[in-house]
C-alpha cells in the first residue's frame, strides 16, 4: 500500500499544504493551512481523527461566544470547563500532548457551559477538587456525564504515567548505580522500595506497592463508583 497522500484534502477548517517530515514516533507530519489564516504542522491521525479541526481559532471562538452568554466567565467551575476545552483542543496548551493530541476529547453535549455546570452541581462538585474523565473507566479518553467525576488534586494525580519522562524503564523503576531501584510516591513522600538486578523485579515491587496504595485510597472514598474504578485500576496495575 502507498504512502498516504493528504495534499490539498481539506478537514473542517483546515486545508493540507504539504509533507513536513516525520514526528519522534516516525508519524508523517503535514503543514495545515487554517480559514483564519494561521499555520499548523500535525500529525495523520489528529486530522483523520476528526480531532483535530481548526488551528485552535474555533475553541478560542467557541469560548468567547459562550462567555458572552452565559455570565459565568472567570467563576471556578467555568475554569474547570474551560481547562477541559483547552487541554482536548488548543495545541498550545502545556498539558495538550497528554490529553487531545493523545486521542481525548470531549462530549458534544459539554460544548456548552451550562449542561456542563448543571450536571457539576448534581455530581457533588466543590472549589478545589477536579474532574477526572478515566478514574470510573480505565483507559477512557471521553470527557462526559457517564465517564467523569470529581476528586481531590492527590486523588486525580495517582494514576498519572507521564511515560516520557520515565524514559525506557517500567513505571516506578530507575537505573541507579547499577541497580534498578523501585520508588513510589504515597501521601506526597517518595518511598523507596528496594533495590534490584533486573527492571522485571523492581517493576514487580513498584506494581504490588502501588496497587496496594491505590486499593488503600479506594476504601476511604465516600463514591462507591469512585471506590469501584479504583478498585478496577488496582487490579490493571498489579496484573501489567
Not at 136 to 144: A, M, Q
Request: glycine share 10%.
Amino acid at each position: 500500500m502507498g504512502a498516504l497522500k493528504l495534499e490539498g484534502r481539506r478537514f473542517k477548517r483546515l486545508t493540507v499544504i504539504s509533507r513536513k517530515g516525520s514526528d519522534k514516533h516516525q508519524k508523517a507530519l503535514w503543514l495545515c493551512s487554517c480559514d483564519c489564516g494561521n499555520t499548523k504542522l500535525l500529525a495523520t491521525g489528529s486530522l483523520t481523527s476528526g480531532n483535530t479541526t481548526s488551528c485552535g481559532c474555533l475553541h478560542k471562538a467557541q469560548v468567547g461566544k459562550i462567555n458572552i452568554t452565559h455570565g459565568s466567565s472567570g467563576t471556578k467551575l467555568h475554569n474547570v470547563w474551560n481547562g477541559m476545552h483547552q487541554r482536548c483542543s488548543d495545541h498550545g496548551q502545556p498539558h495538550y500532548r497528554f490529553y487531545g493530541g493523545n486521542g481525548a476529547t470531549v462530549c458534544e453535549e459539554w460544548g456548552k457551559f451550562e449542561p456542563f455546570r448543571d450536571w457539576a452541581l448534581k455530581n457533588d462538585y466543590k472549589e478545589g477538587l477536579q474532574i477526572d474523565k478515566d478514574i470510573l473507566e480505565p483507559g477512557n479518553k471521553i470527557y462526559s456525564p457517564d465517564t467523569c467525576c470529581f476528586v481531590d488534586q492527590a486523588t486525580n494525580k495517582l494514576l498519572t504515567d507521564r511515560a516520557g519522562r520515565r524514559g525506557k524503564y517500567p513505571r516506578g523503576v530507575k537505573l541507579n548505580g547499577g541497580k534498578y531501584v523501585a520508588h513510589l510516591s504515597r501521601f506526597g513522600k517518595r518511598c523507596f522500595l528496594g533495590s534490584f538486578d533486573n527492571p522485571e523485579e523492581a517493576s514487580t515491587a513498584y506494581r504490588k506497592a502501588k496497587s496496594e496504595h491505590v486499593r488503600f485510597i479506594a476504601t476511604l472514598q465516600s463514591d462507591e463508583r469512585i471506590r469501584d474504578g479504583l478498585m478496577r485500576h488496582a487490579d490493571l496495575i498489579w496484573k501489567t
